[in-house]
Each structure stands twice: as structure tokens, then as C-alpha cells.
């Protein structure tokens, strides 16, 4: 029976519980961020409309945070019930930054609780803006710490194993391995551009709806700005990321690219379908791009996935996650610098319909490449659960309960999801941004009107 396939169904609730955790840690990294950028110009601009976005953005904060601690909670409670063969030679070794996202998570929630309660308390409002930065440090240092451990999981050190014992354990070697750099900069820097993304989303739909409104106006230019800063930044750690997987693990890289000849001057293959005999048809190619991505040379030697044992090579679909994510990073990116560009240009339009909905689609289609860049580094990585060390199969649980408690939560993140929907929607839909500026600046919002 298919739930009673351990195996199977372990990876499936992983895959559910991280597929939906994702959502909310992405955005706990990303808004902090966007928070402390907001309040910081709206002081020094003396502009109250940016610090109303400042404060709006910290409350929605706090309800995607509890959820998040949640769908967190259960990400370690299934390491050691789905995966304890696995968790007998990881937990060993890498239970240090297990343990410091903990507390950089606490941290974080502890100065974010002082400064959601501390506004207008302070004489200097900079000293307020100043507890922001505790907030920025503790998740994005709670995004590094749980990073080094799937970091691990692709390029394990620090360890000696004998036989099932654990010897000659170096926990600093093991957080610091080979994939953290890269990957640690791939997720924070696509964190903070989806979450910038949402945010412009959010702004461009409501300007939309209410043409003219200066607070949405400003939230859509600041929004989109930090969109088209924090994309440039991702596409540098994507680089960076494929030059690592060619070095560290080609069969990723070669099967994502469907790239199955080791040659020199390798072209990028884009989207494309496999015919019987395994050929590329129907594909986008563009000469010797593959090399360049892979070495920084148009001409240099990539590595085949035939050089790959065939009971070792990842899956050929996550050709498709690879190129998903990529492309809507790149449609990101041309969406917010055609934003710009209408901005600087006077007589352009930057508010026109068209615009707006373009950049309405960069908020979902960014989460969306948040999954399947993910999908695609776990995918990637198969069979193995702790690379060249232990198979998935191998680590999984063989208990034939797991069925249900893939229902079970199941059930529980609906609930959570629905739950988080609902009270945004009342927080916001309820008390507008307009009626709540005029609320808590009668005078400025007097001035506009005469204006």
C-alpha cells in the first residue's frame, strides 16, 4: 500500500512541512529588513507616510512569525521521527547550529517584541529605528545557522565515521563546509528580494484599486527599488551557486542543465523535452553559456551526467525547477528596472495599469521560485540524504504510521494557513492605511487635503 511505503510518505510530509514553512521563513529573513529601510527614510525625510509603512509592516510581521515558529517546531520534530538513522550521525555533528538558530531566533523575537511596543516612546525616534537592527541580525542569523545544516547535508566534513560510530567530531568544520558561502547567500538574498517583491505586489494592487494614493505610491517605489537592488543580488549568488555545483556536485548542476556529455564550449539548455532515446528537443540553447556559468570561461570543460552512475543521478525533472527559478528571477528583475526606468523618464507613466499588474505577478511568481529553487537543491541532491554517505532509504524511519501523520498535519497547516489569511485580511482590510494615517496624523493628513 502506498501509505505504508515509510519511505515515500516520509518524504512527502518533509516535503509538505518544508514546502509550507518556507512561505513564512522567507519572509521573517526579508521583512526586517524592508521594516528597518522604511522607518530609517521616513525619519530622516520626516515623512510619516514611510513610517505608517513601517509600523503596518511590523504588525503583519508578528502573525507570519507565529506560524512560522510552528511549521519550525514540526521541521524538528520530523528530523528525529521521520529521519533517526539519519539524525544518529547528523545530530552528532551538527546539532551546534541546530542549536544557535534557536537562540538567534529568540534573539530576534525578543527585540522585535520591544520594538512593536516602543514606538513613539523615545524623544531621538533613531533610537528607535536603532532596535531594528537587532531584529535584521537575529533572522538573518537564523537563516545562516538552519542554512549550514542542508549545507551539510550536500558537502558533509568535520566528521570520521567507523562502521555506525561518530569519531573525530569538528562541529566548526562542519557548519563551515564548502556549499555554506553560497548557499547561505543564495537564501539570504532571495529572501530579502521576495519579500520586497510581496511587499510591491501588495502596493502595486492597491494602487490599482485607489489611483492617486500617496502613502501607496510611496510603498510601491520604495518596494520596487529594493526589489531591483535585492535581485541583482541574487542573480550574484545564483553565479556563485553554479559555479560551486561544478565544482562540488557536477551531477546537479549536469542534470538540472540536462547536460549529458562531458564537452568544452557546453551550451545552457533552456526548458525543452526528452524524446525516448534521452535526446533534447524542442529546447532553448544558447551557445556555450553552460561553460561560462559553470568556470567564468566560454571554452571550459564541463562534466557529463553519464560521468555519474546511473543508481546516483538526480531526477531529469528538475531541469524544469532550475530554469522555473531562474527565469522568473530574470522576469523580477526586468520588471523593476522597466519600473525605474519610467520613474526617471517624467513624461513615462510609471503608474500606467500595464506596470502595475507586471509587478503585481513579481510578489507570488517570486515565492514561487523560492519553492522550486528549493525543490530543486533537495531533488538535486538525491539519492543521498547526507551526500556520498547515506541514502535517503537509508536514513528514512520504518514505521507505518507516517501515513498518518501526513493527514494529521496536513490538516494542521490548512488550519494554520486559512488562519493566517483571515487575520492579515481583518488586520489591514479593516483599519485601510488612509483612515489610519489620518487617525494618527490629523494635521499632516489636513495639509494634503488643502493641497
Same mark, same amino acid.
Given at each position: 500500500m502506498f501509505f505504508e511505503d515509510s519511505?515515500?510518505?516520509?518524504?512527502?510530509?518533509?516535503?509538505?512541512?518544508?514546502?509550507?514553512?518556507?512561505?513564512?521563513?522567507?519572509?521573517?529573513?526579508?521583512?526586517?529588513?524592508?521594516?528597518?529601510?522604511?522607518?530609517?527614510?521616513? &525619519?530622516?525625510?520626516?515623512?510619516?507616510?514611510?513610517?505608517?509603512?513601517?509600523?503596518?509592516?511590523?504588525? %503583519?510581521? !508578528? *502573525? $507570519?512569525?507565529?506560524?512560522?515558529?510552528?511549521?519550525?517546531?514540526?521541521?524538528?520534530l520530523q528530523l528525529s521521527l521521520l529521519w533517526p538513522r539519519f539524525m544518529q550521525i547528523a545530530g552528532n555533528v551538527i546539532s551546534l547550529p541546530l542549536f544557535m538558530e534557536v537562540f538567534a531566533f529568540f534573539f530576534e523575537a525578543i527585540f522585535l517584541g520591544i520594538y512593536l511596543y516602543t514606538w513613539d516612546r523615545f524623544k531621538n525616534p533613531m533610537y528607535h529605528w536603532l532596535l531594528s537592527?537587532?531584529?535584521?541580525?537575529?533572522?538573518?542569523?537564523?537563516?545562516?545557522? &538552519?542554512?549550514?545544516?542542508?549545507?551539510?547535508?550536500?558537502?558533509?566534513?568535520?566528521?570520521?565515521?567507523? %562502521?555506525? !560510530? *561518530? $569519531?573525530?567530531?569538528?562541529p566548526i568544520a562542519a557548519m563551515f563546509n564548502p556549499a555554506t558561502p553560497t548557499k547561505v547567500f543564495h537564501v539570504v538574498a532571495s529572501s530579502y528580494l521576495t519579500s520586497a517583491a510581496i511587499l510591491a505586489t501588495i502596493a502595486a494592487v492597491m494602487l490599482i484599486k485607489k489611483k492617486g494614493s500617496t502613502y501607496h505610491k510611496k510603498a510601491l517605489k520604495l518596494t520596487v527599488t529594493a526589489t531591483f537592488i535585492f535581485a541583482i543580488l541574487t542573480a550574484v549568488a545564483g553565479d556563485l551557486s553554479a559555479k560551486f555545483l561544478a565544482e562540488h556536485q557536477p551531477e546537479k548542476l549536469a542534470a538540472g542543465e540536462w547536460h549529458f556529455e562531458t564537452e568544452s564550449g557546453a551550451d545552457l539548455v533552456l526548458f525543452g523535452t526528452l524524446n525516448e532515446e534521452g535526446e533534447t528537443e524542442n529546447a532553448i540553447r544558447i551557445p556555450k553559456a553552460l561553460s561560462f556559468l559553470a568556470y567564468g570561461d566560454f571554452n571550459a570543460e564541463v562534466e557529463g551526467l553519464n560521468e555519474t552512475p546511473e543508481e546516483e543521478q538526480p531526477p531529469l525533472w528538475i531541469h524544469y525547477m532550475f530554469d522555473l527559478m531562474v527565469s522568473i528571477g530574470m522576469y523580477?528583475?526586468?520588471?523593476?528596472a522597466l519600473f525605474l526606468l519610467f520613474w526617471k523618464v517624467k513624461k513615462w507613466n510609471e503608474e500606467n495599469n500595464i506596470l502595475l499588474w507586471l509587478i503585481a505577478t513579481c510578489g507570488p511568481l517570486s515565492m514561487l521560485a523560492i519553492e522550486f529553487g528549493w525543490i530543486y537543491a533537495e531533488e538535486g541532491r538525491q539519492p543521498w540524504i547526507l551526500r556520498g554517505?547515506?541514502?535517503?532509504?537509508?536514513?528514512?524511519?520504518?514505521?507505518?504510521?507516517?501515513?498518518?501523520?501526513?493527514?494529521?498535519?496536513?490538516?494542521?497547516?490548512?488550519?494554520?494557513?486559512?488562519?493566517?489569511?483571515?487575520?492579515?485580511?481583518?488586520?489591514?482590510?479593516?483599519?485601510?492605511?488612509?483612515?489610519?494615517?489620518?487617525?494618527?496624523?490629523?494635521?499632516?493628513?489636513?495639509t494634503k487635503e488643502d493641497e
Open positions: 519511505v515515500t510518505m516520509s518524504r512527502l510530509l518533509t516535503t509538505l512541512t518544508l514546502v509550507f514553512h518556507v512561505i513564512f521563513a522567507t519572509v521573517g529573513v526579508g521583512i526586517p529588513i524592508m521594516i528597518s529601510i522604511a522607518e530609517f527614510l521616513g &525619519i530622516k525625510r520626516n515623512d510619516q507616510h514611510l513610517q505608517l509603512l513601517a509600523r503596518r509592516w511590523t504588525r %503583519g510581521m !508578528t *502573525v $507570519t512569525i507565529a506560524v512560522g515558529v510552528v511549521t519550525g517546531t514540526a521541521i524538528g537592527i537587532p531584529v535584521i541580525v537575529g533572522s538573518t542569523l537564523s537563516a545562516f545557522f &538552519i542554512t549550514t545544516v542542508n549545507s551539510f547535508m550536500n558537502t558533509p566534513q568535520g566528521f570520521e565515521l567507523d %562502521g555506525n !560510530t *561518530v $569519531t573525530d567530531i569538528n523580477t528583475l526586468g520588471v523593476s554517505i547515506m541514502t535517503v532509504a537509508e536514513g528514512a524511519t520504518t514505521s507505518n504510521h507516517v501515513g498518518l501523520m501526513f493527514i494529521l498535519f496536513t490538516a494542521l497547516y490548512t488550519v494554520l494557513g486559512v488562519g493566517c489569511v483571515v487575520v492579515l485580511r481583518k488586520m489591514f482590510k479593516d483599519h485601510p492605511a488612509e483612515a489610519e494615517f489620518e487617525d494618527r496624523y490629523p494635521e499632516v493628513a489636513a
